[in-house]
């Protein structure tokens, strides 16, 4: 069975500072790793995945993630944290071997900066 | 615009009485897919589909019925809600390319509310 784990419902951080929202999985096989971020009153948004190759990825916004397959984690990732970033952060894994494009969420990580 | 659109956006309805959620998407995805969203248990699917007339259950289906008649629309029915069926639902929609690895876009969100 598939599982997604977000250690923390919440993270603050001050503006300006480097920001981490972090993610373990647990899956059969290799797994596609996607983030979504979800503003107030608003559906998902895509920011970024992880299907191959490069075990860092860059995403929208200005956000990245590292995939470390010993750990099992998919961590988010910003240099610099913005208000703006304010928002509630989900993880999501699709384990490869599914035909359909199934996603398996975690309970997300609400993200505060601090200005 | 590229979206995926749901109706209603907001719904209080009475325990056994029969509604229905639209989804439509303008992006000729192929996939869609239903969530629901509560405190602490992040997103969960309850149906989805692959293409017109191939949908088939997700973890959470029990108390719901989809239907994919056409490429665009997926509405979500519930015919005889529950209290405990009181959540926030999300529609979603992707390609499925040949690796199956492409982001699914999310509607705005339906805030369904059963006394």
């Known amino acids: 069975a598939q599982s997604v784990a977000q250690p923390e419902d919440q993270v603050n951080v001050a503006e300006g500072n480097p920001l981490t929202v972090k993610c373990t999985y647990s899956v059969s096989g290799n797994p596609y790793l996607f983030w979504y971020v979800q503003y107030p009153n608003r559906g998902l948004q895509f920011l970024l995945k992880?299907?191959?190759?490069?075990?860092l990825v860059k995403g929208s916004y200005g956000f990245e993630a590292e995939f470390n397959k010993s750990q099992t984690s998919f961590h988010l990732k910003k240099p610099s944290a913005l208000v703006s970033d304010s928002a509630l952060y989900f993880c999501?894994?699709?384990?490869?071997?599914?035909?359909?494009?199934?996603?398996?969420f975690g309970t997300g990580t609400r993200l505060t900066v601090i200005p | 615009e590229a979206q995926v659109t749901q109706n209603p956006r907001y719904l209080i309805t009475v325990t056994g009485k029969k509604l229905t959620v639209t989804c439509s998407q303008n992006m000729n995805h192929e996939y869609m897919s239903w969530y629901r969203q509560d405190p602490g248990l992040g997103l969960r699917q309850i149906y989805y589909?692959?293409?017109?007339?191939?949908?088939d259950k997700g973890d959470v289906p029990e108390g719901y019925k989809v239907s994919r008649k056409e490429k665009r629309n997926f509405p979500l029915i519930l015919e005889s809600p529950s209290p405990n069926q009181t959540s926030l639902y999300f529609c979603?929609?992707?390609?499925?390319?040949?690796?199956?690895?492409?982001?699914?876009?999310f509607g705005p969100g339906t805030r369904l509310t059963v006394t």
């Open positions: 992880y299907i191959t190759g490069d075990n």
């Open positions: 979603a929609s992707s390609f499925l390319g040949a690796s199956g690895t492409d982001e699914q876009y």
């Open positions: 589909s692959m293409n017109v007339e191939v949908t």
């Open positions: 999501a894994v699709r384990p490869i071997q599914t035909g359909a494009n199934n996603l398996f």
